[in-house]
């Protein structure tokens, strides 16, 4: 809960929704993702399966990345959206993105989807720095990224 007038500048204890308090320096408000799956509600499901996962709100989906009812083959969802348990960032999204662009161009073709998204564990990539070598041939330094 945020405190009355706001939270202090100076260390302070934030109470929890539970009850506990833990020391604090600084909070950061943050409120969660809220999916749009406006557009999928109209949608009737043909199996016994919601096309919406209840518990978050994201698009239930197969590893092709059509939704799971058989009854929409040529909806796909990819990103934030797609209930794929990736986690929500721009390089599981871009992998999504390969996937349906896969999957699309086999079905203009006239070929089954067989494209299917490998979730891979989350990850930061952090540059830790630059190395820059001066080779004695040239003056030119070549540099990379560690």
Do not use: W
Not at 4 to 27: C, I
């Amino acid at each position: 809960m945020v405190p009355e007038g706001g939270y202090p500048t100076k260390p302070f204890e934030l109470e929890l929704k539970d009850g506990r308090t833990v020391p604090a320096d600084l909070v950061i408000p943050a409120t969660g993702q809220i999916p749009n799956n406006d557009f999928v509600k109209t949608l009737k499901p043909t199996t016994g399966s919601p096309l919406i996962n209840p518990v978050n709100g994201f698009l239930a989906v197969k590893p092709t990345l059509q939704l799971q009812d058989p009854a929409y083959p040529h909806i796909f969802a990819a990103g934030d959206i797609a209930d794929t348990k990736a986690h929500k960032a721009a390089r599981p999204g871009m992998a999504q993105v390969e996937v349906v662009a896969k999957n699309i161009a086999a079905m203009i073709e006239g070929r089954e989807p067989k494209d299917t998204l490998v979730v891979n564990p989350p990850a930061i990539h952090l540059t830790l720095g630059v190395v820059c070598v001066t080779p004695l041939v040239t003056p030119r330094a070549a540099c990379r990224t560690l």
